[in-house]
Structure formats: structure tokens, C-alpha cells
């Protein structure tokens, strides 16, 4: 029973900021349609207009902000987990032949992504191998597709399903911030001027200002740099350690060129890039690579008859990464089954410091 009441606690106080982010946007709803529009705005065109344009604005940023919510966090596919044998093997082999195992089990999958020792990245907890761009969250107990981050805002791990949502929810977030913060500033000067009033209202209205403005100066940074982690086809985690190919830590890997990468979290269909529904044209699962956009373009140009410019990138050729038994006989004897650095002391997969660092996808 103890476990049982832990966990209900944890999920409630994992709701509160959700609820407080909540309660000030009701707040805020009441200080600028009733305390400002209503009862201070002298002019009944410019209450109109105001409010005309306050709701529709107000609606996109509650809605993306509800879809950010409520989207469940992507799952890993089926196919991914291991069967029960090859998990029984997983604990009864040494290094090598959990290599193995995990070998055989890739190489019909669409895997890119490997560890520092080349092997397909597995999960212990959830027994999976994990997809491209897939981190375990221990928040959520899970592995989740595309994982950004997990957000305690939301109450969710921001990943493939609802990454979209997100970046529209602080888009929408910081257009309401500067719009209520720019309506109200006359009021707020005029009632800062006048002194002190015992009229409630226009406490509201002070209040209303200082508080737009504040989250708007937090969400300016912070939409900015999901602006550029969109731009870039970065999650956060890759921003700080880049996604490993075959020929290596490539930060620049899945990127596309700006438009691409726009378009892979947007959709193609431009009518509905600024409205909170799903477009992704992936799947969460396998992701396009600058390898294969190159590939592709080359492809394109010996059709025509024509030989491809030279790239104006870094000069380095990452070739496609495919899952190869032979290519992964020649790695290394000893092998580093975590996602980041190496353990002090050898050992099997799921020995001590290992498995501690094996997991932790979430860091």
C-alpha cells in the first residue's frame, strides 16, 4: 500500500504546475476582458477590436497548450522489443554474446543509431532496442519516440507526438504575453501615474501587465531556441550529445536543410502548420538522413547525365549507416553498452555501473 499511496502523491504533485499555469491564464482572462475591456476601455470599438482579437489568440494557445498535454508520449513499436528468449539469453550470456543478440535482433529493423561501441542501443527496462532518436524517460516510465525533453509544464514528455504542439504553445504563449502586455500598457501607465486606488480593478490591470511581461520575457528564449532546434532537426537531447552514426557523433545528421527540417515537424500542407493538429510526414520511427538527401541528389544528377556539386559542408562523407554483421566483427573486443562514455570495469551488459548508465536516457 505504501508504493501505491507514493505513486498517487508523485502524479498529483506533478499537476501542479499545470494547474498554476491554469489558474493564470483564468486570471488573466478575467483582469483583461471584464477588469480592462469591459470596465475600463472608455471606447466601444476599441473594446470590440480588442477583444475581437484577444479570443481567437487565447483559443490557439489554449488548445495547442491542451494538445501538449493530453498527446500521449510516442511508444515504441512492438517489433522493437526483444522476445522472451532473446531476454532469457540477454541475462544468461557474457558481452559478447549479448553483442550477438542484439545483432540478429537490429538487423531487420530501421535502426541508424548506435552506441559509442557501435551496437544497436537497447533498453533495459523496457527490454527494447531503441529506435532512432529514442530516450527512456523516467518520469513517464518509458521510452519515447523523438524525445525532446521532459516538461513538468505539460505534465508529459515532449517527444515525436507532440512536439508540434509544443512549439505552438510557446509561439501562441508569447503572441498572447505581448499582446495583452501592449493593449494594457496605457491603463497600466495611466493607473501608475494616478497613485494609490482602492479600486480592485485596478490592481488587476497593473497586475495583468507586470505578469504578461514577465512571461513573455521567459518565453522569448525559450521559443527562440526551439525556433532553432526546429530549424536545425535537433532535439534537445542531440543539442547536447550528438546522435552517433556508424561513422560516428554526427549533430548534423538528420538535418535536411532549414525548409526539411520545417516541413518534417510541420507537415507539407501550409494551411495547417499554425493550427494545433498532427502533420508529421514520419513516423517516429526512422527518420530521412542528410546521407540519404545526398544520396538521392546524386542519384538525380547521374540520371541527367550531369556530375553533383561538390558540398559546401564540413568536407567529411558520412556514409549510410546500415546494420552489418561483418562491419561489427571488426569493432572492438571490448565493447561499451551505455550511451555515454565508458564504465571503469568491464563486465556483462547488466552489471553494476552499466546498467545504471545504460538506461538513464532521460539525462
Request: proline share 5%.
Amino acid at each position: 500500500m505504501a508504493p501505491r499511496a507514493l505513486t498517487i502523491c508523485c502524479d498529483i504533485v506533478r499537476w501542479i504546475p499545470v494547474v498554476f499555469i491554469t489558474a493564470i491564464i483564468v486570471w488573466s482572462y478575467y483582469a483583461y476582458v471584464v477588469q480592462m475591456c469591459i470596465f475600463t476601455v472608455p471606447s466601444i470599438a476599441e473594446k470590440v477590436i480588442y477583444l475581437l482579437i484577444y479570443h481567437p489568440i487565447l483559443v490557439l494557445f489554449m488548445w495547442s497548450y491542451g494538445k501538449t498535454i493530453f498527446t500521449p508520449c510516442g511508444a515504441v513499436p512492438r517489433q522493437f522489443y526483444l522476445s522472451k528468449s532473446d531476454v532469457d539469453r540477454m541475462s544468461r550470456e557474457n558481452e559478447e554474446g549479448q553483442k550477438a543478440v542484439l545483432i540478429n535482433a537490429a538487423k531487420e529493423l530501421p535502426v541508424l543509431n548506435r552506441t559509442h561501441s557501435g551496437s544497436p542501443r537497447y533498453c533495459e527496462k523496457c527490454r527494447c532496442i531503441k529506435p532512432d532518436r529514442c530516450h527512456h524517460c523516467s518520469v513517464c516510465g518509458q521510452c519515447v519516440l523523438k524525445m525532446d525533453h521532459h516538461c513538468p509544464w505539460v505534465n508529459n514528455c515532449v517527444g515525436f507526438s507532440n512536439y508540434k504542439y509544443f512549439v505552438l504553445f510557446l509561439g501562441y504563449g508569447l503572441l498572447y504575453c505581448t499582446y495583452v502586455s501592449a493593449t494594457s500598457l496605457q491603463y497600466f501607465i495611466l493607473f501608475w501615474k494616478s497613485g494609490v486606488s482602492k479600486d480592485m480593478g485596478h490592481f488587476h490591470i497593473l497586475f495583468l501587465f507586470f505578469v504578461a511581461v514577465m512571461f513573455g520575457i521567459s518565453l522569448i528564449s525559450l521559443f527562440g531556441y526551439h525556433c532553432y532546434l526546429t530549424a536545425s532537426n535537433r532535439s534537445t537531447l542531440e543539442s547536447f550529445r550528438a546522435p552517433i552514426f556508424q561513422s560516428g557523433p554526427d549533430k548534423n545528421g538528420f538535418s535536411l536543410g532549414k525548409f526539411n527540417n520545417f516541413t518534417e515537424v510541420f507537415g507539407v500542407d501550409r494551411k495547417l502548420w499554425f493550427i494545433p493538429v498532427f502533420t508529421s510526414e514520419t513516423d517516429g520511427v526512422s527518420f530521412p538522413t542528410r546521407n540519404n538527401l545526398q544520396a538521392n541528389s546524386n542519384n538525380s544528377y547521374q540520371t541527367m547525365g550531369e556530375t553533383p556539386a561538390p558540398s559546401a559542408g564540413d568536407g567529411i562523407t558520412y556514409p549510410t549507416r546500415t546494420i552489418d554483421l561483418d562491419s561489427d566483427g571488426l569493432l572492438a573486443d571490448r565493447q561499451r553498452w551505455m550511451e555515454e562514455g565508458e564504465s571503469d570495469g568491464g563486465g556483462a551488459l547488466f552489471s553494476g555501473s552499466s546498467q545504471q548508465h545504460l538506461i538513464n536516457d532521460k539525462e
